[in-house]
């Protein structure tokens, strides 16, 4: 069985309730001969769970409570993990030994961490954008845009574009950037926010 979880690096994942059905579809009585592991697939994190809860009907404690701490979350680097729990008892006949994994995400916590995302530079962009259009007209006004070239033997035409369609594009990217530039400095100048507290 595989599932999937997430959490902030730092937080507590689970808890995971865990059991291993006898052949009748029962659960057994625990923790009686009944042993469980907890481990994090290319890390130091494995250990012995001994925490046990109810049933899906609250009456008996016969599932094994599997989580990760705060501490050891904390360790992991952002990214996919695989989260190992196994339940064995080597006293039945057969042995029985039952593994679930969990596919666990792992995101950078921002309280409480120097944690800054990299947000996507829509301004830096559109300028680059724009400092291209601007080298291909200066090529266009030059007479240096290449229309034809010859490869392995075989003529090739290139379609350029045409210098209205670059004066267009021109025009549009620096509307753009305008509008950028408006909101960021709208942003700048934004009032802080009064919180009050009850």
């Given at each position: 069985m595989t599932e999937t979880a997430s959490i902030y690096k730092g937080d507590t994942a689970g808890p995971w309730r865990v059991a291993a059905p006898?052949?009748?579809?029962?659960?057994?009585?625990?923790?009686?001969?009944?042993t469980c592991k907890i481990k994090v697939a290319g890390t130091a994190i494995e250990r012995s769970v001994t925490d046990i809860g109810p049933d899906d009907d609250g009456t008996a404690n016969r599932r094994f409570l599997a989580a990760l701490t705060p501490t050891e979350t904390a360790t992991l680097a952002a990214g996919q993990y695989v989260v190992a729990i196994e339940i064995e008892n080597t006293g039945l006949t057969p042995p029985l030994r039952v593994?679930?994994?969990i596919i666990?995400?792992?995101?950078?916590?921002?309280?409480?961490?120097?944690?800054?995302?990299?947000?996507?530079?829509?301004?830096?962009?559109?300028?680059?954008d724009l400092a291209a259009v601007n080298a291909a007209i200066r090529k266009i006004v030059a007479g240096e845009?290449?229309?034809?070239?010859?490869r392995d033997g075989r003529r090739i035409v290139r379609e350029n574009p045409s210098y209205d369609m670059l004066m267009r594009h021109k025009a549009e990217l620096e509307r753009k950037i305008e509008e950028e530039g408006n909101l960021a400095e709208a942003?700048?100048?934004?009032?802080?926010?009064?919180?009050?507290?009850?």
């Open positions: 006898l052949d009748d579809g029962t659960l057994p009585a625990l923790p009686g001969a009944y593994e679930t994994h666990l995400t792992v995101s950078e916590q921002v309280i409480g961490s120097d944690y800054v995302p990299t947000l996507p530079d829509t301004l830096g962009e559109l300028r680059a845009m290449v229309k034809e070239v010859w942003g700048k100048r934004r009032r802080p926010i009064r919180l009050i507290y009850a």
